[in-house]
């Protein structure tokens, strides 16, 4: 095939490198090109919906991340002040859907398994270190800019999937606002290293206090724990592992062993763009629309509307190299569910950075849920 019958997608995360592999699978060729130098590795999405994992399992990948991850039925809610706990269960789902729980698995370690069976297709290509400056279109193709290790270059493909966040250099390509607001609070992931079932805690917990609020996750099958919660934003990021100390020993009174793998903040988002398609190129994931992610309505909606995306797409196609490449696609009913009764019309959007932690008794944060 010729290179302007291969799609090339812009972001190697989760969706990205998802929909790289249903494409794939279908004997599309598919070229994904990232920025990073290889999976981005801070504490990001964890929990895959029920919903989600019939599509992982279209893929073949659910019986791996399964081994990788856990699943799981139980939620509980407490409260910080009261102690009062209010248990629910997925387990109204048996006999209902293939696979009633939920999936816990880092998004790093998803997106390894994706990338690992990405591989094996000849028609698949990774670049890595390779950041997309500028887009154009014509009849039968789109021309990307990008700079690689090497200098400044083109890359040629028919169609261009935008799954490189919510800070898209492929919306921006596209002149698209991000229609939304950002809350005025930043919240913070961390990974930590230590058994939070000792001091009561669920396997996913949401702990109700006004000030001490969290959602707390156990990652894996031994004691990595997630703890996600939020802060003023007024507050300077450079002392967010001071400020964290002290928020442990509210939450874990007593306890000594705490070791913080990773943390990072994150702004709180609530933006859709204003199309998710224009002419030959398509906007998946964050790039699409960002919300707080530590909820079901996070990257737990983006894996499962790409996923979906991405079997359309494989039928859309061929039939789509026939239309005109003006056609712009405007978002879902549920995208525009994004949009506050008090939007700012900007197309700012939150950063991240990540503190990789050796070996501290310090503490960690976002595509499929926190």
Known sequence: MSVEERVAIVGAGPVGLLSALGLAQAGIPVIVIERASEIIASP?????????????DR??????ALDVGFAKQD????????GEKINHSLDVLDGRTPFPFNLHLGQNLLAGIALRR????THAEVRWGVTMRDLKQDGSGVTLSVDDPEG???????????ADSATSNVRRALHLEFEGITWPKRFIAANVRHD??????????????????AIIVKLDKGDLWRCTYSEPLDLPEESIAKRMTAYFDVILPGARDIEVVAFAPYRMHQRAAERFRVGRV????????????AAPTGSHQDCSTHLRSTRRWLLSFAAMSTTRSSIATPRSAAASSLRSSRPRRSTTSGSSSTRQ????TRPISSVCAV
């Open 44 to 56: 990001r999405a964890i929990t895959y919906h029920w919903s989600v994992l019939e599509g992982l």
């Open 357 to 360: 932690i050796r070996s501290s």
């Open 118 to 121: 990405l591989q094996q297709f």
């Open 75 to 82: 939620y509980t809610y407490l409260d910080f002040a009261t």
């Open 59 to 64: 893929l073949g990948l659910l019986e791996e």
């Open 152 to 162: 400044p270059s083109e890359l040629r493909a028919g169609w261009v999937i935008g």
């Open 196 to 213: 939070f079932s000792k001091h009561g805690y669920a396997r996913t917990t949401f702990l109700i206090h006004p000030t001490h609020g």
């Open 282 to 293: 398509l906007l998946a994931g964050d790039a699409a629309h960002a919300r707080i992610p």
